[in-house]
């Protein structure tokens, strides 16, 4: 039988999180709070180095696409936040599970990566093994993380160079919406995950479809199969 003084005190690893829907955040810490101390929250780029090198958490919980800075998102995070906090471990926690965000965010210093579909017993789980030095990834994302760390390209070079050409013309919020949507989620489900409503999530498709200058959903969904962006 397990005795209670065996088990992990995870009330003393200290964990913060960024991203940038303020109730996803708030979520996230009334799931964790009883096991973890909550030392920080963000939602841009500038203010989560800041709280980062300040608060030097044991783990971050760090949304891949995050606004302001120079536009780099998690990866700018990571880099300008690591060297100024060695001890921090990053683990991604994203609604994005395209290769190109697994594997910038990887090869940029991340030490795991899971998608916010994961449930709060498996999060608990992952942010107490990356605080203890393992990689922690969703199982479909494996073959992702096996390209980041060969080196291997995820994509043919022409086709990686249009794919972000065009990907460049939406902003982070638009590229949320539109790899749920080429996933085939309802914009009642998108408005669930990201927290938004189904009116703003029409207004975001809306300005997709026109920058994308595509039609409709279907268009968009072999558009993003194409260029394999989920």
């Given at each position: ?28 810490i009334?799931t ?5 101390t ?24 760090l949304?891949?696409h ?59 789980a ?17 073959g ?67 920058k ?19």
């Open positions: 039988m397990t005795n209670a003084q065996d088990k992990p005190d995870t009330r003393a690893i200290r964990v913060a999180i960024v991203d940038d829907h303020e109730m996803f955040r708030a979520g996230v009334a964790l709070q009883p096991a973890f909550i030392v920080g929250q963000a939602g841009d780029v500038d203010s989560s180095v800041a709280m980062i090198v300040q608060t030097k958490p044991d783990v971050v919980l949304d891949v995050v606004p302001g800075g120079e536009g780099g998102g998690g990866t700018e995070i990571l880099a300008k936040s690591a060297p100024y906090a060695p001890d921090t471990a990053f683990l991604a926690l994203s609604v994005s599970d395209s290769a190109q965000d697994v594997g910038a965010v990887i090869r940029a210093g991340a030490r795991g990566y899971v998608t916010k579909t994961i449930n709060a017993a498996d999060l608990t992952a942010i107490h093994q990356v605080s203890e030095g393992y990689a922690v990834f969703s199982p479909k994302l494996a992702f993380v096996l390209s980041a760390f060969q080196g291997v390209p995820l994509e043919d070079s022409g086709t990686q160079a249009r794919a972000d050409e065009e990907l460049n013309r939406l902003s982070a919020r638009e590229q949320e919406v539109m790899r749920l949507i080429a996933r085939g989620y309802t914009y009642r489900e998108v408005a669930a995950e990201l927290f938004i409503s189904v009116k703003t999530v029409e207004t975001h498709m809306s300005a997709v479809l026109r994308l200058q595509l039609s409709n959903r279907s268009e968009l969904t072999r558009w993003a199969a194409v260029r394999r962006i989920v």
